[in-house]
């Protein structure tokens, strides 16, 4: 069946009671405040943003101070970009009915405690770095009111991202963690538990209960994040994802997901684009992000004019059929009106909203830096302007400076507590289901087996293999089913796409979930994996997959957006809350992987060593050299190589479909939960020299090293990995050559040297190693091996066979790859040490 679209869960919208299609002066009045009355809203607390008078509303008439106090107030809603009019009437409605009294005590007691725990830590640790929240510390209230308002309506968890800009009162106020424990990051106790490892104090993420306004209780997961602004998006929208999963029915009325943005980070970064660009599709929605921008007009030095071409950092979200509620940072009552009807809205029709609260920044961008010497006359202004001392005039309470001095002392009191600390404080505790999972150093009881019975492989084989009666199937389709079919009865060698159905339908059998997710993943870039049969009469869809057992686990290949880092990082997150699943992202072309860095960099590779996380993700990169061009031959494996420490990842090019199979088992079914990156095929693909039969997915498990049986004693020793080893296979046997060894390096990391040196002493103990490799010498795995080969050789003498030093990864000639490629081979066979 078609998947289906995404639906509101709270069944659409309500019935209009405004009545936009009248043509009442009242109406016309009103309309063009609605439209435009954000504009000239009153929307920040200095006037540092520049005004604009929009001609639309320069309406004489004795209604337009009613609709300008309206829509021209500290809130200013920016939706005439949603398409849905019953949409944009359900906010109207909203806006022009009387606004409810706020819990006002409660705010002002929110406030002074988020501006005195700051100043408290700029008194006594002066000079580090905090990221204070003054001049838009209304982000408590508003995230009290999200919660307030999430909780009624379902929310039993709310999971969030954010970045530097207040995450240390965020953890205070809203993840609860006991101030001292933040204080104890600027002590900085324990330091040798964290030798070479561990992050920044406002980097670590954080959970803890918070009980709302009427008394519901929340869970807060604040994910762990590196300095990389907004890379934190798509991990929080895939966590999230992960965790609506587990729940199935009800997932997303229970996880709320909310990122708090800086303005300039909002409108500048690629990533934030790239996750709200999925955030209504089935395979990647999750029924809505709650997205604040907490907005004071500044990145670091540079001003909102130099951020942004639009008038508002928050603008690149108009793209999107959602609002926008800009909302003045001081007119507190306002922000916690419009957090309502934000997280109302999503929950009512199930899509992503966005504040903008507008503020400004009381210090530096940290507090080691003067802005004096950027923006003096603001900071001027700044200097003399008060912080919770405006609510509270504004309310009336006179004795709020008691109250702030009783927050005062508590606040030091804790601190006087951090001291005593000796050992760091872990501001988070994971979910059981991380119970059962290790990470650190591999150790052997870590392995499982992996092989399958025969009879289990082709009964396995035919629910792949076979669709409805009625059915209406491509002939192609057809052909490959049919072809399939022949490998699962042990007819044909097996290749890569049936080998990696015969993994997926094992381990959902067994009650695994499998998730797949890549640019044109369904098919399959290179027609390779037909995952989802379409009807070519009607175009409904049929998923073996899907239909392996009654009680199976789900399979979920979807093809993602045309994007790598939001991507990889969504399912990065994913894999992070859902470690039983075999959780795979595919990039189109290997290559296209670099895009993606810091995902990989900060948290593929990192994630463990700086926040003790772990996670399983597989990235499968097609690599190979096969003459077609610089972007479509190197998923540049040196740079993985590069990243490879204490067993953090694992790297792997199986040679064979047996060997795919095993690996990816071995992956889901072991409990060492370590990324997996996989090189794999493109023209082997479905080539009979890279094809297993089936026998080999019956006893064997995956292979570090394969080992050449052909050849006993050998002068030379071919050691390679991927493609190339099959070529020079082919050479040898051109060449009738039996006396040179040729060793498949299965697993590049953890290095399998033990199973190297076995293979090795098979061969006898003189003669020549060489490394060879396609890729240029200054890339591929050429620098991480030479050492460790030559550590391990013996008396053998160790010499390496690549192409020539490369600023580019290959030739864009399919002629020369042809002539580099023979010139290789050759080389191989001949070179002389
Ligand atoms: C991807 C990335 N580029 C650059 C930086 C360096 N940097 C740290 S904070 C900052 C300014 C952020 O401004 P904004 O997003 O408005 O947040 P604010 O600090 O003002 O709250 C910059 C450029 C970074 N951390 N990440």
Redesign the pocket.
């Given at each position: 069946m078609p998947t289906p679209k995404s639906k509101p869960f709270n069944g659409g919208a309500r019935a209009a009671v405004i009545d936009t299609s009248s043509n009442s002066e009242r109406e016309r009045v009103f309309s063009a405040f609605r439209q435009w009355g954000y504009l000239e809203g009153d929307l920040d607390p200095l006037g540092f943003l520049r005004p604009r008078i929009a001609p639309e509303l320069q309406i004489d008439s004795e209604y337009t101070r009613e609709a300008r106090a309206i829509y021209s107030s500290t809130i200013g809603v920016e939706i005439n970009h949603i398409y849905a009019p019953e949409r944009r009437r359900w906010i109207y409605e909203r806006m022009e009915s009387k606004p409810q009294e706020e819990d006002q005590a409660r705010i002002l007691d929110l406030l002074i405690r988020a501006d005195v725990f700051e100043q408290v830590m700029q008194q006594r640790y002066l000079g580090s770095k905090r990221?204070s929240l003054e001049g838009?510390t209304a982000l408590i209230p508003l995230v009290d009111e999200v919660l307030d308002t999430g909780s009624r309506l379902g929310a039993t968890e709310l999971v969030m991202g954010m970045?530097?800009?207040?995450r240390l009162n965020v953890i205070a106020h809203v993840a609860k963690r006991p101030p001292e424990e933040i204080f104890a990051g600027f002590e900085d106790v324990d330091p040798r538990s964290v030798l070479g490892s561990g992050d920044v104090k406002y980097h670590m993420g954080a959970t803890g209960e918070y009980i709302t306004r009427s008394g519901g209780k929340v869970h807060i997961h604040l994910v762990s994040n590196p300095?990389?602004?907004?890379?934190v998006d798509p991990v929080t929208v895939g966590r999230t994802r992960a965790k609506q999963d587990r729940t199935g029915e009800g997932g997303r009325e229970k996880y709320l997901p909310l990122l708090v943005?800086?303005?300039?980070?909002?409108a500048?970064?690629g990533i934030l684009a790239e996750t709200m660009n999925y955030a209504d599709l089935p395979g990647y929605t999750v029924g809505g992000t709650i997205h604040v921008v907490?907005?004071?007009l500044?990145?670091?030095t540079?001003s909102y004019l130099e951020?942004h071409s639009t008038r508002f950092?928050a603008c690149i979200a108009r793209r999107q059929s959602i609002p926008i509620f800009h909302v003045n940072g001081e007119d507190v009552d306002a922000v916690v009106r419009v957090a309502r009807l934000a997280t109302e809205y999503r929950y009512q029709f199930g899509t992503d909203v966005v504040i903008d609260l507008i503020g400004y920044?009381r210090h530096g961008?940290s507090e080691v830096d003067d802005p004096t010497v950027t923006q003096p006359l603001l900071y001027k202004k700044i200097k003399e302007h008060p912080l919770w001392e405006i609510y509270a005039d504004d309310i009336g309470v006179t004795d709020a400076p008691a109250q702030a001095a009783a927050i005062k002392a508590e606040f030091e009191a804790a601190q006087k507590d951090a001291g005593k600390i000796t050992k760091k404080p872990t501001l988070r505790e994971l979910p059981s289901y991380w119970d059962r999972y290790y990470g650190g150093r591999h150790k052997p009881e870590f392995e499982v087996e992996t092989g399958l019975a025969p009879e289990e492989l082709a009964e396995l084989s035919a629910h792949l293999t076979t669709y409805p009666d009625g059915f209406h199937i491509h002939p192609k389709v057809k052909k490959l089913l049919e072809q399939r079919a022949e490998m699962g009865e042990g007819k044909r060698p097996v290749d890569y796409g049936m080998a990696e159905a015969l993994a997926f339908a094992s381990l959902v059998k067994a009650g695994i979930p499998v998730r797949l997710s890549g640019q044109d993943s369904r098919r399959g870039t290179f027609n390779q994996r037909h995952s989802v049969l379409i009807d070519i009469e009607d175009e409904n869809e049929y998923v073996p997959l899907e239909n392996i057992a009654a009680d199976q686990a789900p399979c979920g290949i979807h093809n993602s957006t045309l994007s790598e880092p939001g991507v990889l990082g969504f399912e990065y997150g994913y894999s992070r809350d859902y470690p039983e699943a075999l959780v795979l992202w595919e990039a189109q072309f290997g290559d296209f992987v670099n895009v993606a860095q810091?995902i990989i960099d900060q948290f593929i590779s990192a994630g463990e060593a700086k926040w003790s996380l772990l996670s399983g993700l597989v990235l499968l990169l097609p690599h190979g050299y096969e003459g077609q061009g610089p972007e479509h031959s190197s998923a540049r494996i040196e740079r993985f190589l590069q990243l490879a420490a204490k067993d953090n990842i694992q790297i792997a090019q199986p040679s064979n479909a047996a060997q795919y199979f095993h690996l990816l088992r071995r992956q889901a079914l072991r409990h060492w939960r370590k990324p997996l990156v996989v090189f794999t095929p493109k023209s082997m693909l479905r080539h009979p020299d890279a094809s297993s039969p089936i026998a080999d997915f019956t006893h064997k498990n995956f292979q570090n090293v394969l080992p050449d049986l052909e050849i006993g004693e050998a002068d030379r020793i071919l050691v390679c990995t991927g493609k190339i080893g099959h070529e020079l296979q082919a050479e040898r046997k051109k060449r009738k050559d039996t006396s040179t060894a040729i060793v498949f390096l299965e697993q590049l990391y953890p290095f399998p040297e033990k199973e190297l040196i076995a293979e090795f002493a098979r061969h006898g103990d003189s003669g020549d190693i060489v490394w060879v490799q396609e890729e240029p010498a200054n890339m591929g795995a050429l620098f991480n091996m030479l050492p460790r080969l030559e550590r391990i050789a013996g008396s053998r003498h160790v010499m390496s066979v690549k192409r020539s030093s490369s600023a580019s990864p290959a030739t864009g000639s399919a002629k020369a790859h042809e002539v580099e490629q023979k010139t290789l081979l050759t080389l191989a066979f001949t070179t002389k040490g």
């Open positions: 990221f838009v970045s530097h800009r207040g300095s990389h602004l907004e890379a943005h800086g303005d300039a980070a909002f500048g970064q907490v907005n004071n500044l990145g670091f540079t951020e950092a920044r961008h810091a």
